[in-house]
């Protein structure tokens, strides 16, 4: 990244706050943002990964934002910092510009009340149309504050125009056992034109949650973002935290740190690689499906006590070791796995039928896919060669070689064949992982974070990258802590993937994305 900063001294004045874990801090000014984010996104394999503010009360009692930077190749992040004075609260929006950054300008704007000056579209996204003029994570707004009670729409859809065009809303409340979100259709005919989609029905006000907890109590609020990456969240927000302390983690946490992630990435690919043959009929192979999924729960409880893999992450390590005997019931585990998951494969390469419907649906290009910075899965079926394992190495990860599937159609068999390849990698990781497995402690002894230190923090979801930054205050609690889920980035891709397909066709799109209702609103 030295470059990039040389860059950046070049373009505009810039002084470099801090250098450590892989991450380099750079204060700019918030009039030449959108300058010195050009100069370093003209660079060949730069992107904008996040954006997100903070209050920061003491000692400069000033707003700041926060634009991280990564270019593949470099296992560094590039964290821009420009401060907004209170008085004044506004920065230019890179939105025109920037798609990526919709969502996440406009968060900024609903959260802290700082003006996005320029975004094309400054309506609220995390807060409801009808709320009152607030702004949750201002450090004045307490967090038991009682709003009053709302009237008015919660959110006002532009109307549908045009002779034999019809607005088909579903949701926000849905038929089966998901959270909510609102999709409005307009179709002509069966054909969808174009959707409209509205998301934070649930907000947890998890961001203003982590203030002032310490880490242990961190970790389990971590874990509630998105209840089916619960370790991945988990792990992300443990990292952050063991980044700022300056923590050296178990080579034997490590490992086992590896593991578990792999393990959730399977049960999630596994369970969507049958709910997406379900979406199109195929009822077998999701049966089938289920019963592999099964194997991996039924695993998990064995070597966490949680089937969802919940409460065994911790700042320093894990929390429970394994014995001899629960590592070879791993190996065991693995071999079955893959063998019953080699059938459910073959099962549905053998129905022409189900990659007719598959193939050619739900196409996301890959110039909108990176456009919308997405991430993950969906990213890596539209040719967005990224995963946080390879390009920033954490828990074990440097030590093993794997494959990571890139994907050019963009369609729904594209996505299901990404999960497909991952499970066969996830299942070789694990094999790695136990077969090496290094003695030792599994955790490490609990450090107090010192006032002032801050850290970012990036795991591989499942589902995508996952970030984590955290700032600590006094007495070791968190002062600001930064959640973003890969969903964030990855539904304003589904309004795209939709265009040109038949309604029917929603829930199997849909689904080939799987995104996280909880995980987006938080």
């Known amino acids: 990244m030295q470059d990039l900063v040389e860059l950046l001294a070049r373009q505009a004045p810039c ?25 370093l996104l003209e660079q ?13 009360v003491e000692p400069e009692g000033v707003f700041r934002n926060y634009y991280v930077f990564e270019r593949r190749g470099d296992h560094c992040f590039l964290i821009l910092t420009a401060s907004i004075p209170t008085d004044d609260p506004r920065f230019p929006s890179l939105a025109p510009a920037l798609p990526s950054v919709n969502w996440q300008e406009r968060e900024i704007q609903d959260w802290f009340g700082i003006e996005a000056e320029g975004h094309p579209n400054p309506r609220r996204v ?15 707004f307490p967090i038991n504050t009682v709003l009053p009670d709302f009237a008015g729409e919660s959110h006002v859809y532009r109307p549908t125009l045009g002779e034999g065009v019809f607005q088909v809303p579903v949701g926000p409340v849905h038929a089966g056992i998901i959270e909510p979100g609102h999709f409005n259709f307009a179709v002509a005919g069966e054909p969808i034109l174009y959707l409209q989609l509205r998301m934070f029905y649930k907000h947890k006000g998890t961001e203003k949650l982590f203030e002032q907890l310490p880490p242990a109590k961190g970790v389990f609020l971590a874990e509630s973002v998105s209840g ?35 393990l959730e990435r399977i049960y999630n690919h596994v369970a969507d690689i049958g709910a997406i043959a379900m979406d199109v009929g195929f009822v077998v192979a999701n049966f089938h499906a289920g019963r592999v999924r099964e194997m991996v729960l039924a695993l998990n409880e064995e070597l966490t006590g949680s089937r969802l893999v919940r409460a065994m992450v911790c700042v320093g390590g894990v929390r429970r070791d394994w014995s001899a005997g629960q590592v070879d019931q791993l190996r065991r585990a693995m071999d079955v796995v893959e063998r019953e998951f080699r059938d459910l494969v073959a099962l549905i390469a053998s129905s022409d039928s189900t990659r007719d419907r598959l193939e050619r649906t739900g196409w996301l290009s890959h110039e909108k896919a990176r456009a919308l910075g997405i991430v993950g899965v969906a990213g890596r079926a539209s040719g967005i060669d990224l995963d946080v394992r390879r390009d920033h190495p954490y828990a074990a990860y440097a030590r093993f070689s794997w494959r990571v ?13 990404v999960r497909v390849e991952e499970v066969f990698e996830s299942i070789r990781l694990i094999r790695d992982a136990a077969n090496n497995l290094p003695p030792g402690p599994h955790r490490a002894p609990a450090q107090v974070v010192p006032p002032g230190r801050y850290a970012l923090s990036a795991v591989e979801g499942w589902r995508g990258e996952i970030l984590y930054w955290v700032r600590f205050g006094y007495a070791n609690r968190v002062e600001r802590c930064k959640v973003k889920d890969p969903s964030l980035n990855n539904w304003p891709a589904l309004v795209e993937a939709v265009q040109g397909n038949i309604i029917a066709d929603f829930p199997v799109i849909n689904k080939s994305f799987n995104l996280s209702y909880s995980g987006t609103d938080r």
């Open 44 to 56: 060949p394999g730069v992107r904008l990964a996040a954006v997100f503010a903070e209050e920061d």
């Open 126 to 140: 995390a807060l409801q149309d009808h709320w009152p003029d607030v702004h949750p994570l201002r450090k004045a």
């Open 15 to 39: 002084d470099i706050e801090s250098c450590s874990s892989g991450q380099i801090y750079a204060r700019v000014t918030i009039a030449g943002i959108r300058e010195s984010a050009a100069a």
């Open 228 to 262: 089916d990456s619960a370790f991945s969240h988990g792990t992300a927000f443990c990292q952050a935290v063991e980044k700022a302390a300056e923590m050296e983690i178990p080579l034997r946490a490590e490992f086992m740190r590896t593991i578990l992630l792999e």
């Open 405 to 417: 599937p890139v994907y050019q159609e963009g369609d729904v068999l594209r996505r299901m064949q």
